[in-house]
């Protein structure tokens, strides 16, 4: 158990990009699909607790931005960066707009 400590340790003290690297890198393997069944296992185990460091690094920085820009009440409006919205949902495009319903077409639409 300590050494499964001491390798969480290293991985939540590396820079965020050297996170997301490892991370990318181990999925890269993952994806071959030349792993054995156990070293598989052990890698997405890893890969999950990395994508939670990195989220937590995300996160952190997010907050971080909005403190040093937040709006003193001199000038200009700060907008939340919508911290209440599950963080895989925040800032992701707008759906596409619904096509128009159809109109109800008369006989005169009728191209024959």
């Avoid at 340790?9 to 069944?37: C, D, I, R, Y």
């Avoid at 990195?54 to 997010?62: F, G, P, Y």
């Amino acid at each position: 158990m300590n050494e499964k400590n001491s390798e969480l340790e290293e991985l939540q003290s590396l820079p965020f990009e050297q996170a997301l690297e490892k991370l990318e890198a181990m999925v890269a393997k993952m994806e071959t699909g030349n792993l054995p069944l156990e070293e598989l296992i052990r890698n997405f185990e890893a890969g999950s607790e990395l994508a939670k460091i990195c989220r937590s690094k995300l996160d952190a920085l997010e907050r971080k931005i909005e403190l040093l820009t937040r709006d003193d009440g001199d000038k200009g409006e700060w907008t939340d960066f919508e911290s209440a919205i599950p963080s895989g949902n925040r800032n992701a495009p707008p759906p596409p707009p619904t096509p128009p319903a159809p109109s109800p077409s008369d006989e005169s639409d009728i191209p024959f």
